[in-house]
């Protein structure tokens, strides 16, 4: 059985989609669709059930995935590995939100990109989860950071990391409470503060109020800024209050420019997983940075 056949079979298996699977392999969609229909003639089975939005695998199709796909990515390793010597310099295409990326993942990468003859180079871009995932999909990055957990069998996500959100603001707001100690404030009586926030739709701060208080925020956005390093500078300034991952704010909040304004007994938590393109762990370089992260989470508590 020719290989290329199968490996795009199980392209297409995890990609769930001739399209994309074309986009992943570098092949147009009518050579993809030729190669599934020669092996499935050679089989005498039919593979996957053609549907309005992709493709889903028969019975037959999954057995099959479930046996190759593992001696095919396997394959892949020993390429990569024979491929590799000091002289070749390895590109690590990284993908997540700008502020965790740029706060946590990258310190922690740029130990890999030496000259020990395993390093590699590193190539970052930054987006929401959704433009994250459909990047990773696409095949334009090769792992990426997400707070959103992927479906489909295309990627493998881990969870990464969880981080505390924390409601700040700039000591003068706590003037706003009289006499009572502003942590333990309501949702009523923090309505009347500002809001700075990363969007219109208010996320963080409606998330917090969601687990927190239960309810929803009525204030609206006084300051809206896309990068919370920036909603944090602001929220210091006294621009409004604003809900922070507690990474982000922890020095401010140890050198008094903000405080918080409630300590809720369980704070709001927020995932992170670490994801990748089902199979590409096989490749040394994406391998080495993706346990490199892992180990790296740990301290990130």
């Not at 089989?43 to 992709?54: K, N, V």
Request: glycine share 8%.
């Amino acid at each position: 059985m020719d290989l290329a056949l199968l490996r795009t079979f199980v392209t297409v298996h995890r990609a769930g989609s001739f399209t994309r699977a074309a986009a992943l392999l570098g092949l147009s969609q009518p050579a993809v669709t030729s190669q599934i229909r020669t092996l499935e003639r050679q089989l005498g089975r039919p593979l996957f059930l053609r549907q309005a939005r992709g493709v889903t695998p028969t019975t037959i199709g999954d057995e099959l995935a479930h046996k190759a796909a593992p001696h095919l990515d396997a394959l892949v390793e020993i390429a990569e590995t024979g491929l590799d010597d000091e002289s070749l310099l390895r590109t690590l295409h990284l993908a997540g939100p700008p502020e965790f990326t740029a706060e946590r993942a990258l310190p922690a990468l740029v130990e890999l990109t030496g000259d020990d003859g395993q390093g590699f180079a590193l190539r970052t871009s930054f987006g929401t989860a959704e433009e994250t995932l459909e990047g990773l999909s696409a095949g334009h990055h090769d792992l990426a950071i997400s707070t959103a957990r992927p479906r489909g069998a295309l990627l493998t996500a881990t969870a990464l990391c969880d981080e505390e959100h924390v409601l700040v603001a700039a000591p003068r707001w706590a003037e706003r409470f009289g006499s009572g100690n502003p942590r333990h404030q309501g949702a009523p009586a923090l309505e009347h503060l500002p809001v700075v926030e990363v969007h219109e739709s208010l996320p963080f701060v409606s998330r917090y109020w969601a687990a927190v208080f239960d309810s929803r925020p009525s204030a609206s956005g006084t300051v809206i800024v896309p990068d919370l390093r920036a909603v944090l500078a602001c929220a210091a300034a006294g621009a409004g209050l604003a809900v922070l991952p507690r990474y982000l704010c922890a020095e401010a909040l140890e050198r008094g420019e903000v405080i918080a304004l409630h300590e809720p007994a369980v704070p709001p938590l927020r995932t992170y997983f670490l994801v990748v393109r089902t199979g590409t762990l096989a490749m040394p370089h994406i391998a080495r940075a993706y346990e490199w992260l892992q180990r790296a989470a740990v301290g990130w508590g």
